[in-house]
């Protein structure tokens, strides 16, 4: 049988033999053989591209009947056939450039095709497109397998690369497609399209025309921010500078190459729902970093629209948090470099969220040097602040002049200006200057101790006010809070050392000891301290240690001082500050080296604190520690001449004891002083024991003392000698020396016992500086030959007690030629001398062992003479001595004394 089209036979089949049933359809599969060549491609080009077509068959067929057959009847039909209608029904489904070279794009692409017709073909061989878009040939593409066209839905799968006649089209083919953009594109079948020549005819001019939807593709795969800056310009806007590396996805895949020679933005800039602003850079070159990683930096102008509050919010967040989100919605455009040459994409959509390292807190801020060079013009001490700030983000913020609030425990300590504060990524040094002057003066003296006693102060920096007309900066900065630590003045003893000038003991029996005397405290204030100071008044908690063993503690409240800081000194007294004993052996003892020796050797320690007026106002420096080593000088036992008995007057008298007054004068060699209240010594003249003295106060200042005391002389047998002795030489003018001893009787104080037990010193005893004699009248007569005169003597009574003459026994002298003798027992007609009385004498013999005319003339002048041998006396009616008595030039004369 022949097919035919248009009338013209193009194949013959041949017909197998079927059976035919009823009203059933059969279905006869018959190889076509071709026998003529154009007929047939007209019949396939018919059968691609119409709608319907008609075909038809014509032939001899045999036919069976029931038992009939009929031979070679002739059979023609024309027919209908549904055509391909150009396969006008065709998409893409997948599209990607992903398997691209160094040298070529490549394309791979799935199309589903919707056969419209009855008609399959069940090899159409490999098939051969060339794709257009805008009439442009883009290059060539082929299936990847052998098609097959069967009912309904076929899948092709293309691949091949791209090599367009016209680089601008392909430009904005391949920029629609990364944008997502929709574009139409035909693929169209050249002559000798498949690898089955004989359909090759049929498939020419093909066109197979569809929408090329691209995937929106992100080209900017991630964002990293790794510098920003932002420089304030007003209200609406600043200029934001941002070096950011871009991570890429090349739509050309790994193996291609993406060039991007410069990039520009469009995009909103977003903080959790918060829009901070919109920028838009022009083309910015950029620098490859390393295969699909490029580094940008743009500089572009941050607009906003509600006055910065937003970045001001994100700003205040961003500077307080470790690590903070932002959003950049927009657009991008490159201009990138591909295998096909230069391309421009153009509005690439992208959402990207970078994590930003913050600042937290700025949490690695120090104090690097902190000085108070002087007083402010008015209020307040002008302070130097260098701080070294870390910013551990990449952020670099220009503030400009900002005013700062110095804080600590919550009160503002005083206000500094950063002339031009720069925060960088990094370390940075910033130098604030401005005054201090503390809202609270309790405050700002807790906060001045712990710097003063090397004790670090947490503060705080926190924004007051910019001198820039822009309001989101004025809201940032009032909520910026820098906290950090200033810490204590380095290798700094503020109280040096402690020294007393001189210390006072008072001692009461039954009560605790008081102490006096006036001290310096030295100060050391550092170097970078140097405003004016004058501390007036102080508190001091001391401790006084010997051989580091804790003695006494006195507490002494707020007492005015004196100092400054030119001094660098402060002088105090101390006045009845009661001590608290801990270690009465150690004190005893400390008592008996303070009496006893020339040095004291002790150790000062405890705490003060310090009233201080500065230009800021009052402040206290509280709970200084000091710590001194200190030497007193002490006391010696009162070792000559030291002690020294000025004067002695006889008040009283019995039968076996004499009461002297005296007038004792101490030199206190010591920086320390006492006052015991009652005391006695013993006396002791020759090594025997002979009275002790008592003083009611003994209250010894520095320097020299003067004590009148009474002593009581005792005596008895063991010491009636020496006794004379003393009372002879006293009498005569003669300075003699006595020791004074103590023992533990000597004082109500028992802290004291031990020390005055161990006493001992040695002192003068001055004899009379009056003499008994003041003048003898020799009454002229003529017995004077026989060697006998009466003489009347003018007497004084150096004693504060009657004084009866009963014996005189006297050689007296010219010179060294004993001249005569008085010697008489007057114990019967006793001359009595009233206490400090002068008197002359009833006349007494003086017997003369040598007379001459030159004797006899001198006498009618005056005549010097000297006297040695006893006087007996009774003082006081009661007490009965004999004196070795010696008194030189005596004058002597015939005549009264005028």
């Not at 000088?633 to 008298?653: S, W, Y």
Request: proline share 5%; net charge negative; with cysteine.
């Amino acid at each position: 049988m022949s097919i035919k089209y248009g009338g013209v036979a193009f194949g013959k089949v041949q017909m197998p033999r079927i059976v035919i049933k009823g009203t059933t359809r059969t279905y006869v599969r018959m190889d076509l053989t071709i026998i003529n060549r154009t007929a047939f491609d007209h019949f396939g080009k018919a059968m691609m591209d119409e709608q319907y077509l008609e075909w038809g068959i014509s032939g001899h067929i045999n036919v069976k009947l029931l038992f009939v057959v009929f031979k070679k009847i002739y059979f023609e039909k024309t027919m209908q056939l549904g055509g391909f209608n150009k396969l006008r029904d065709v998409s893409i489904t997948e599209f990607d450039m992903i398997h691209s070279t160094k040298q070529n794009i490549i394309v791979n692409l799935i199309v589903q095709i919707m056969n419209p017709c009855n008609i399959t073909i069940s090899n159409l061989g490999t098939i051969q497109f060339q794709v257009y878009y805008k009439h442009e040939s883009l290059g060539t593409i082929s299936t990847t397998e052998t098609v097959e066209m069967k009912l309904g839905k076929n899948v092709m799968h293309l691949r091949g690369h791209l090599e367009p006649s016209n680089i601008e089209i392909a430009n904005e083919l391949i920029s629609r497609f990364f944008t997502g953009k929709p574009s139409y594109i035909s693929a169209i079948a050249p002559q000798n399209s498949s690898t089955v020549p004989l359909l090759s005819p049929a498939l020419s001019g093909l066109n197979l025309t569809t929408i090329l939807q691209g995937p929106s593709i992100n080209l900017m795969k991630s964002i990293k921010i790794v510098g920003m800056s932002l420089i304030p310009i007003n209200n609406e806007e600043v200029v934001l500078s941002e070096t950011i590396l871009v991570d890429l996805l090349n739509p050309l895949g790994n193996n291609s190459t993406l060039h991007i020679v410069n990039i520009s933005l469009d995009a909103a800039i977003y903080w959790n729902t918060l829009k901070i602003g919109t920028i838009k850079t022009p083309p910015t070159s950029v620098r490859v970093v390393e295969k699909n990683q490029i580094l940008v930096n743009i500089s572009s102008g941050l607009h906003f629209e509600d006055s910065g509050k937003n970045l001001a919010t994100f700003l205040e967040h961003f500077l307080n948090s470790e690590e903070i989100k932002l959003t950049f919605i927009g657009k991008t455009s490159a201009h990138a470099i591909v295998p096909i040459g230069p391309v421009f994409i153009q509005d690439l959509v992208f959402n990207n969220t970078v994590v930003l390292k913050g600042m937290d807190g700025i949490k690695n801020t120090s104090i690097v040097n902190f000085t108070l060079p002087g007083n402010a013009d008015r209020d307040g001490v002008v302070i130097d602040l260098y701080a070294s700030m870390y910013d551990p983000s990449v952020a670099s913020f220009d503030i400009g002049l900002v005013e700062f609030n110095v804080v600590y425990d919550n009160v503002v300590m005083g206000v500094v200006n950063v002339s031009e504060l720069i925060i960088d990524h990094g370390i940075n040094t910033v130098n604030m200057n401005g005054i201090m002057n503390p809202e609270n003066l309790d405050i700002g003296s807790i906060f001045f101790s712990n710097y003063l006693k090397g004790k670090p102060s947490p503060v705080s920096v926190s924004g007051k006010r910019t001198f820039r007309d822009i309001s989101w900066m004025e809201s940032l900065i009032k909520n910026m809070h820098i906290s950090t630590v200033l810490p204590g003045a380095k290798n700094i003893t503020l109280i040096s050392g402690v020294n007393l000038e001189s210390l006072g003991l008072k001692f009461r029996p039954g009560e605790l000891p008081l102490m006096n005397g006036t001290a310096e405290a030295f100060f050391n204030f550092p170097n970078n301290f140097l405003i004016p100071w004058n501390i007036f008044s102080l508190k001091i908690n001391l401790l006084m240690l010997v051989n580091n063993s804790k003695m006494l503690d006195i507490t002494i409240p707020y007492i005015p001082c004196d100092g400054n800081n030119t001094s660098k000194k402060a002088v105090f007294s101390i006045e009845n500050a009661r001590v608290n004993i801990q270690n009465t052996s150690l004190f005893e003892d400390f008592l008996v080296v303070l009496f006893l020796h020339e040095q004291v050797q002790l150790k000062v320690q405890g705490i003060s604190s310090g009233k201080v007026a500065t230009n800021m106002g009052n402040i206290t420096i509280i709970d200084v520690p000091f710590s001194s080593e200190l030497s007193l000088k002490g006391m010696n036992h009162f070792a000559p001449p030291d002690i020294t008995i000025t004067k002695v007057d006889l008040n009283a008298a019995t039968k076996d004891t004499l009461i002297f007054v005296l007038d004792l004068q101490i030199t206190n060699p010591s920086s320390a002083f006492l006052d015991s209240g009652w005391m006695a010594l013993q006396i002791y003249f020759d090594d025997k024991f002979i009275g002790n003295g008592s003083m009611p106060s003994f209250a010894i200042k520095l320097g020299k003392n003067v004590f009148h005391t009474e002593s009581t002389i005792f005596v008895d047998p063991s010491n009636e000698v020496v006794i004379r002795k003393l009372l002879s030489n006293y009498m005569n003018g003669v300075d003699q020396q006595v020791i004074v001893k103590g023992t533990e009787d000597c004082t109500h104080i028992p802290y004291l016992k031990k020390a005055i037990s161990l006493l001992s010193t040695v002192s003068a005893f001055p004899g009379l500086s009056e003499r008994m004699i003041e003048y003898a009248h020799v009454e002229f007569s003529s017995h004077i030959w026989e060697g006998q005169v009466y003489i009347e003597i003018y007497m004084i009574n150096p004693f504060n007690l009657d004084m009866d003459i009963i014996g005189i026994d006297l050689d007296i002298y010219d010179q060294d030629t004993k001249i005569g003798y008085i010697r008489h027992d007057l114990t019967n007609d006793p001359i009595q001398v009233p206490a400090k009385q002068k008197i002359i004498a009833h006349p007494v013999i003086l017997q003369l062992i040598k007379i001459d005319a030159k004797l006899i003339e001198t006498l009618w002048t005056v005549l010097p003479i000297n006297t040695k041998g006893k006087v007996k006396v009774i003082l006081d009616q009661a007490f009965t001595f004999e004196a070795d008595y010696v008194q030189d030039n005596i004058p002597t004369s015939f005549n009264k004394p005028s």
